[in-house]
């Protein structure tokens, strides 16, 4: 599914990069042996025009945890497809493109781990941390986590641990820390 936004508003040629944002929501915090249980990606080109966007739910096969974190019960994640069934369709957006997400280490090592039960290569090779970005910056926010950052550079959430909306969000910080680095030298 393809959806009209803004375009990223590359600051500078060395920036100019074919990006995928991708946020995943878990049912732990320990990738060897917790689950994916939804995932979203947004694609852009290096003149930062929004390119693709697919997100979904995942059957994770298992108890998806902190349900009162995430909102996904066992019954809504029922009919949702395995990664396994949709993995190639994610390394497609994420192949040949510098995966962004927000505390970027997290969202890769659940993805490596969850490619690799598909027996599958996890095809990134770069990758952009905004938290990491955002510690250079230094906006003036008590923290870094995703809704002050949010509240700071003025983007709306809706659904706070919904991984669409957070890629969403995350696209909006990433707009404004892009901008700021580029302000910065950085």
Not at 27 to 37: A, K, T, W, Y
Not at 161 to 186: K, M
């Amino acid at each position: 599914m393809l959806s009209v936004a803004p375009a990223l508003d590359v600051p500078r040629p060395d920036y100019a990069h074919d990006w995928a944002l991708v946020d995943v929501e878990t049912s732990g915090l320990v990738p060897r042996r917790d689950r994916i249980l939804s995932v979203a990606v947004l694609t852009f080109g290096p003149d930062g025009t929004q390119t693709g966007e697919f997100s979904t739910l995942v059957n994770p096969g298992c108890d998806p945890g902190p349900v009162h974190v995430h909102g996904l019960t066992p019954e809504r994640l029922a009919g949702a497809p395995t990664f396994d069934q949709m993995a190639e369709r994610v390394g497609a957006l994420l192949r040949d493109r510098v995966l962004v997400a927000h505390n970027a280490q997290f969202d890769y090592d659940f993805l490596a781990h969850e490619f690799a039960r598909a027996r599958l290569h996890l095809p990134v090779t770069q990758r952009l941390c905004t938290l990491a970005l955002n510690r250079r910056v230094e906006p003036p926010t008590d923290d870094l986590s995703l809704a002050s950052l949010a509240a700071h550079y003025g983007v709306p959430q809706t659904r706070a641990h919904d991984a669409l909306d957070d890629t969403r969000v995350l696209a909006g910080i990433f707009r404004a820390s892009l901008t700021e680095a580029a302000r910065l030298d950085l």
